[in-house]
């Protein structure tokens, strides 16, 4: 399985996911892949927020050489699941699709873990740590259920 996490900067949510999932993937042995990608291209080339890459090493993971990238309508392509972090994600991503886009592979995160409840990841960047930490714990038990399931 080949796996996209997009969010809106790819700094803060979605380096975060992949590299949460690719943790777990390693740990459970799967032939998976993930990446991450941004709607925005504000922030391309640059890397994790500093409070994303401090809450993943604090759990032991490194985030610290992921670049920021842009999604693009190719992605559509290159991926089985298609993950938006939260619904304005979703939206934009509708958008890049255009007029009949293939959008059967793109779901919200969290609907793995509560289905149909369609919330969102909330974006920490203008916040504090704690906003980090947050995301970090609905990323890490998002993962799991996402393991459970296609596992
Ligand atoms: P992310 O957070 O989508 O989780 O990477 C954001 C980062 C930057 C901006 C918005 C959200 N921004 O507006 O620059």
């Given at each position: 399985?080949r796996?996209?996490?997009v969010?809106l900067?790819?700094?803060?949510?979605s380096?975060?996911?992949?590299?949460v999932?690719?943790h777990?993937?390693?740990?459970?042995?799967?032939?998976?892949?993930?990446e991450s990608?941004?709607?925005?291209?504000y922030?391309v080339?640059?890397?994790?927020?500093?409070?994303s890459?401090?809450?993943?090493?604090e759990?032991?993971?490194d985030?610290?050489q992921?670049?920021?990238?842009?999604?693009?309508?190719?992605d559509?392509?290159?991926?089985?699941?298609?993950?938006?972090?939260?619904?304005?994600?979703?939206?934009?991503?509708?958008?890049?699709s255009?007029?009949?886009?293939n959008?059967?592979?793109?779901?919200?995160?969290?609907?793995e873990?509560?289905p149909?409840?369609?919330?969102?990841?909330?974006?920490?960047?203008?916040?504090?740590?704690?906003?980090?930490?947050e995301v970090y714990?609905?990323?890490d038990e998002?993962?799991?259920?996402?393991?459970?399931?296609y596992?």
């Open positions: 399985m796996i996209l996490m969010c900067g790819n700094i803060c949510r380096p975060i996911a992949e590299g999932m690719r777990k993937i390693m740990e459970h042995g799967l032939q998976w892949t993930v990608a941004g709607t925005e291209s922030h080339g640059e890397h994790p927020h500093a409070l890459q401090k809450v993943c090493r759990h032991g993971i985030i610290s992921l670049r920021a990238i842009q999604f693009t309508k190719k559509f392509a290159n991926y089985d699941k298609i993950y938006a972090m939260a619904t304005d994600v979703l939206r934009e991503i509708k958008q890049i255009g007029h009949g886009g959008m059967a592979a793109v779901s919200l995160f969290l609907n873990l509560e149909g409840s369609n919330k969102s990841v909330p974006d920490p960047y203008y916040g504090a740590e704690p906003g980090y930490h714990k609905m990323v998002t993962c799991d259920a996402i393991i459970k399931k596992k």
